[in-house]
């Protein structure tokens, strides 16, 4: 019986320097491609297949990638800036040329009534020049209704900016 015991403790001892050392040598656990956390076996293995290589090669692919994206991203910014700042450059000059004509017509207005009560017209000379005056009101109106879809351009490119700045945001998170 005691050579039993003895052949048990040797085979105890075995098994817990054998349990102690496989951790050690990377037979314990799978190999995850992390040389920080892979054991001894798979960083070795990695190195020599070059699976470590690979992945670093992976990950500078993808940020030049989020670099190229986030370069486009910044030109098309520019250039939706630019255009902004052009479209209220133009919605001020369009807004005071709309004012300047609207006061013109109403002085033209007021000199067509002078001109009536004083009797330099004639009451058909008068309706030709009201009617001509209407029209010119009209297109007046046209012009005020540019003003305002260019107010719509703007608040369209206000809200693709908005979602430019979302995705420099989503990229930026990811620590390009």
Known sequence: MRFASKSLATIVRAGLVVGLALPVFGCSAPCTGNPNTDSVWCVQSGI????????????????????????????????????????????????????????????????????????????????????QLDRLRQRQAELEQARLQNREMQQKAADLQREIDQLKAALAARRI
Do not use: H, M
């Open 48 to 131: 020599s297949s070059g699976t470590y290589q690979r992945r670093v090669d992976e990950r500078e692919a993808e940020a030049q990638d989020k670099q190229r994206q986030v370069a486009a991203a910044k030109a098309e910014n520019e250039r939706l800036e630019s255009r902004i700042a052009d479209s209220r450059a133009q919605e001020a000059a369009l807004r005071s040329r709309i004012a300047a004509q609207r006061s013109e017509l109403d002085r033209l207005a007021s000199q067509i009534n002078d001109a009536q009560r004083a009797g330099t017209l004639t009451q058909g000379e008068s309706d030709l020049q009201r009617a």
